[in-house]
């Protein structure tokens, strides 16, 4: 086992660790066994410290240019039909939640089509009331959005060779679960854009269904505090952060985020203290980090 | 008809939302070589996650009451017992769904 695969195989683990579901995880853990670290399968946090380069995942593979389009495609899907599974059932939830905030089928269709990304689809459902500020959206999308930077960084390799116009289109439908599968199977038998689309298209088609589902359902129950499904929404986001859980280090910077997030939803309108909060926390991180490289 | 179909604004900000998400997908592709991948930015792009959505639960669940705050320790028992998601979720709404039945 050469230090690289290592490294290749703690960055995955890294990048995923944004997953939101159980199977995205369950494909990390299963790559990390295969590539012969048995001992950091079951951890919840692969020792995400190592991570020094992302591009090592598949630096040891290479882009297929001339694949079939179909072909690729039909691969990719089906490569991630478990994950589309746990995607109608996650999108089941937000839609469920979505009806509550009032939501409708068709502001969730264009959430669904146009943005198509979990995480962020939660947190703008959360902001979804009058008055709506269009840059209070916009600052906590960017924020949550943000590691589509270092994932579509990390997709370099497999669009490699191929032309600008082909990467523009294909981009779109790159979630983490789809994410996850076509670096897994870029490293063992190398893999085309198409496969990342067809999953992409997949994995929209359940997530979709799973939203539009659980809205139409959601809007039928008329008393959601009798069943405490008003506070499903602050449950799922708990679940979600706990699973961000890094370790010590996240200590400071997370007690930083709260403190405030706590001040500023006190003194500022809206949903302003998630991006005050959210930006002061990691701000706390990179101003440690800034502190260790300078005493070195 | 299509006041009802969306909120005031509501177009605006699921197309800027949608941009800002299409500029991360195809610009992190096309930067590919030019992010940081030590140092105290990348520490920052790295901790914004967890720290957004601990922004965003607090508050919540304190808004919740005590037993907002009750669910959410439940949640976390749960999780780091089970390490599932699912689970940690509908521990947290059966409990405060039991504490409000209860009083």
Request: glycine share 10%.
């Amino acid at each position: 086992m050469t230090a690289d695969r290592q490294r290749l195989v703690v960055a995955a683990g890294h990048l995923c660790r944004h997953e939101i579901t159980e199977s995205v995880s369950a494909v990390i853990h299963q790559m990390v066994y295969d590539a012969g670290f048995a001992r950091y399968a079951g951890h919840a946090w692969l020792p995400t410290r190592l991570l020094e380069n992302a591009e090592f995942i598949m630096s040891d593979s290479k882009s297929i240019p001339n694949v079939s389009f179909s072909t690729g495609m039909h691969r990719g899907a089906v490569a991630n039909i478990p994950l589309a599974v746990s995607a109608v059932t996650y999108g089941g939830v937000l839609g469920v939640l979505s009806a509550q905030k009032g939501v409708t089928w068709a502001e969730m269709s264009a959430m669904n089509v146009l943005m198509f990304a979990g995480s962020a689809q939660f947190v703008m459902v959360d902001m979804w009331q009058a008055p709506l500020s269009v840059m209070a959206v916009a600052m906590a999308v960017f924020i949550v959005n943000l590691r589509y930077l270092l994932i579509g960084a990390s997709l370099q390799p497999v669009f490699a060779g191929h032309p600008l116009w082909r990467k523009a289109l294909l981009m779109h439908l790159v979630v983490d679960e789809n994410w996850a599968v076509t670096i897994a199977e870029h490293r063992k038998n190398g893999t085309d854009p198409y496969f990342l689309f067809g999953g992409g298209l997949l994995l929209l088609g359940a997530w979709s269904s799973g939203t539009l589902g659980g809205n139409l359902l959601g809007s039928f129950i008329s008393q959601p505090e009798k069943y405490a499904l008003d506070f499903a929404f602050v449950a799922v986001f708990a679940a979600l952060t706990l699973s961000l859980w890094r370790g010590r280090g996240d200590g400071l910077p997370w007690a930083g985020a709260i403190v405030l997030a706590l001040v500023s939803e006190r003194l500022l309108p809206g949903k302003w203290y998630i991006v005050i909060g959210g930006v002061g926390g990691a701000l706390v991180a990179g101003v440690i980090e800034y502190l260790r490289l300078k005493k070195r | 008809m299509s006041t009802d179909l969306f909120i005031d604004h509501g177009p605006a900000a699921i197309i800027a939302a949608a941009l800002i998400t299409y500029c991360f997908r195809f610009g992190g592709l096309l930067l590919a070589d030019r992010l940081p991948r030590t140092g105290p930015l990348r520490i920052f792009l790295d901790a914004l996650p967890g720290t957004i959505l601990i922004s965003l639960v607090v508050p919540s669940a304190v808004h919740s009451g005590w037993r907002g705050v009750v669910g959410v320790v439940a949640c976390l028992a749960v999780y780091m017992g089970t390490r599932r998601l699912l689970l940690t979720m509908f521990s947290g709404v059966l409990t405060v769904y039991l504490l409000r039945l209860m009083s």
